[in-house]
């Protein structure tokens, strides 16, 4: 129960952040086109602006697909580091099956 609550904040938490960046990147455009059509002389101020906020954003968005897959790298080892434990009788070492209520070996119960 406790994994899958920190699953669905970490759901949560990636929505949020698109839902930042695509404000962000909207809020960045509407003052880029703003400072353009005033300042009508400054279109290359103006490009330079929007192209360092573009690569800003996805430089951030860069950072959190990283992040997301480490921790799919992490919890991919973890997991499999569990099922190896549990494949595994903990009295005799024998390799028994996942639906398996005692050791075939020397028939040690399991909960």
């Not at 904040?9 to 952040?17: A, I, V």
């Not at 960045?28 to 954003?57: D, E, N, Q, R």
């Not at 860069?62 to 580091?81: A, G, T, V």
């Amino acid at each position: 129960m406790k994994n899958s609550y920190s699953r669905l904040c970490l759901k949560e938490r990636w929505t949020m952040f698109t839902i930042f960046l695509i404000a962000g990147i909207l809020c960045a455009a509407a003052a880029i086109y703003a400072f353009i059509k005033h300042y009508m002389t400054y279109t290359v101020t103006g490009s330079v602006l929007a192209i360092v906020s573009l690569l800003i954003s996805g430089y951030i968005f860069q950072l959190n697909m990283r992040r997301k897959e480490i921790k799919k790298e992490y919890s991919y080892e973890f997991d499999r580091e569990l099922f190896a434990k549990e494949r595994t009788c903990p009295k005799c070492g024998a390799s028994i099956g996942s639906n398996v209520c005692y050791c075939p070996r020397c028939g040690t119960k399991f909960h």
